[in-house]
């Protein structure tokens, strides 16, 4: 076993989530340790009994949260870890058989960094070679440094992360752009961000539970999605993303084609917009590490 811990946060999720679990325990180089941090109110009855008795067995650690919240669950599987390397997972995956392994390569050959990991998404093709001068995708097969990476494939230094006070809970609902910002944070104390391709997940996206729970921003007129950008543009001060994101937000082919939903999506980027001033005006939420007023 390889001295990383895994730490899945779950939502609403059943038989994929058990599937995903089986198959990290499967791997020739397993983690050390699998935490399981369920905020769902009441599985399905093999779901629960799986859970129970792999927990039973020694197998994985299961915290209940009583709130669904991305980023209080990620705080609480920091918390709870009991490796010094961290490696967070979606819940709905099917990992290469060198997930682990890659991810504890990445870490001796790049001390400090933290890894983002490729992820393969169901449109993605994977023998495609992806090539080193167009845009950056997380489905390249090229290793390279870069300035963001993707919540359900990546690992870091759990001292490291709590030192700058983990993951804040103000990104609520979708938690859209948390990623972002703890970057933001995670650069500006020094951290560089390493993608390593070798460490590889297929995300199969189920259309159930997870942030789907909240349904589609581009149908929806309620602000789930639109908060976490106008908050993560707030916390980073880019103004340019917070004045211009109404405008592009019906800017698409999707309301050319349908202009009915124009009014509902403004609706609901005026909502995410006033609730992420609300929410910066009280201050970032972190675990105990930098001051609340720090970057």
């Known amino acids: 076993m390889l001295p990383i811990s895994i730490v899945i946060p779950t939502y609403k999720r059943e038989q994929v989530l058990v599937d995903s679990i089986r198959d990290l325990l499967a791997l020739e180089e397993p983690a050390a340790e699998i935490v399981v941090v369920d ?21 994985l ?36 058989a060198s997930l682990v392994a890659a991810h504890w390569q990445a870490h001796q050959s790049h001390p400090g960094a933290l890894v983002a990991g490729r992820v393969l998404q169901p449109w993605d093709r994977e023998g495609c070679e992806y090539p080193t001068d167009g845009p950056f995708l997380f489905a390249s097969t090229h290793e390279r440094w870069i300035d963001e990476f993707m919540g359900g494939n990546f690992s870091l230094a759990r001292d490291a992360a709590l030192a700058i006070g983990g993951f804040d809970e103000n990104f609520v609902r979708v938690a859209y752009r948390f990623e972002a910002e703890f970057a933001h944070r995670w650069r500006a104390s020094g951290g560089r961000i390493f993608f390593a391709p070798r460490a590889l997940i297929h995300h199969l996206k189920v259309a159930a539970g997870g942030t789907r729970t909240f349904g ?51 609706a609901a980027e005026l909502g995410g917009m006033l609730w992420a001033i609300k929410l910066h005006a009280a201050g970032p939420r972190r675990l105990p590490g930098r001051p609340a007023n720090g970057t």
Request: net charge positive; glycine share 2%.
């Open 39 to 59: 905020q769902t109110p009441q599985h399905e009855p093999a779901t629960e009994t799986f859970l129970r008795e792999a927990e039973a067995a020694g197998r």
């Open 216 to 266: 589609d921003h581009l149908t929806t007129w309620r602000a789930d999605h639109a908060v976490g950008a106008y908050y993560w543009a707030l916390r980073t001060r880019t103004w340019r993303e917070f004045v211009r994101r109404p405008l592009r937000s019906v800017a698409t082919r999707f309301h050319l084609r349908r202009p009915w939903r124009i009014p509902a999506t403004l």
């Open 61 to 96: 650690r299961h915290v209940r949260l009583a709130q669904p919240s991305i980023t209080a669950a990620m705080n609480a599987g920091l918390t709870h870890s009991s490796q010094s390397v961290v490696l967070f997972l979606d819940d709905d995956i099917r990992p290469d």
